[in-house]
């Protein structure tokens, strides 16, 4: 009898195990397809707000679901070796390198590229094949492509697999619309046009030089950066060398580093962090206003108004500066990082 009692309390404490481990693994699975599903396409080398961005990105682990980082060449930076080199360093510090894929994308333009998209090593067919295969992975909600350099790969995706239209969300961070210029915008005009002629998701993150409306207005200055960032961020595994030299240990000593590099126009040493706003309204919203518009198009660099044009975009503006620096600062110290960390 007492046997008999025995495999039950041992059976029924089996299947209370059970219980609890299916509970835990389906909580999981919901944590996981609660994230924003993202994919990070930069110009990384470019000057110091995409390294922002990645780090912020990576930091924000219970949010995002970083499927992959994409690079491209613009006009700084150097070429596609010298972007991928500095996404890998970013990367390293943030202990992801080798757990999320990082692949090279597009060296020259939407059009120079084009008239070789069927062939298999066209330029940037690494990235763009990987987005494409993003695009297509099983998912409840869009797949957020984050361009925050020029649209080349991002296009290139859409041209060869115009059916990736419909799985995705593309939030790019470039233009002063409605004003002319703006680097991201200009580093290929045609791509831009492409995806606003395209049926597809398409958000632009302004970024307005000078004015407090766009990105240009989220800025930190040299002491600001001395004072928040050193030592901030999880300990990389092995030193890691800086694009100006010397090694790092940690992103926030490496982003020290950046700011006291990078050229300023006044003696605080102010730089926008334009690619990290990007993130930060793909976070959360409210940190911005948005407002939907007739897409538009360039015409030799100005941009001409479609009010009749059926297809809409998002235009984002006005963004929070101090929320959104806030926010940055406290995830640097207390950052989340991607599963299965």
Known sequence: MIRKKTVILVKLCFSISLFFMFTLSSSCQQSD?????????????????????????????????????????????GAIDAQYQEAKRVMQLCKVYGKIPLLKGANASFEAILPRIS??????????????????????????????????????????????????????????????????????????????????PFEMVTVRYGKPSGTAAVTANRAEIKA?????????????????????????????NLYEHIHTSDA?????????????????????????VPAPV?????????????RKIIVWENFRKDEIMQDFYYRMENYVLPAPY
């Open 298 to 310: 360039l015409v030799d660099g100005k941009w001409r108004e479609r009010p009749g044009n059926d």
């Open 268 to 292: 605080a040493g102010t730089r926008a962090l334009f690619d990290m706003a990007a993130v930060a309204i793909l976070k959360n919203p409210a940190w911005a206003e948005k407002k939907t």
């Open 33 to 77: 397809e609660s994230k924003i599903r993202v994919l990070l396409d930069t110009d990384a080398n470019n000057e110091l707000d995409d390294q922002h961005a990645m780090a912020y990105l990576f930091f924000n682990g219970d949010v995002f679901d970083v499927v992959g980082v994409t690079v491209n060449a613009t006009q700084s930076g």
């Open 119 to 200: 062939a298999s090593d066209f330029d940037g067919a690494e990235a763009v094949d990987f987005i494409i295969d993003q695009a297509h992975k099983a998912g409840k909600e869009k797949l957020v492509l984050l361009p925050v350099g020029k649209l080349t790969n991002i296009a290139l995706a859409l041209e060869k697999d115009p059916s990736i239209a419909k799985k995705v969300r593309i939030v790019w961070l470039g233009s002063n619309y409605p004003e002319p210029g703006e680097y991201n915008q200009d580093n290929d005009r045609a791509s831009l046009n492409y995806v606003l002629n395209m049926d597809v």
């Open 228 to 256: 928040n960032m050193p030592g901030k961020g999880p300990k990389a595994d092995s030193p890691v060398e800086g694009r100006h030299g010397g090694t790092f240990v940690y992103f926030g000593d490496y982003s020290v």
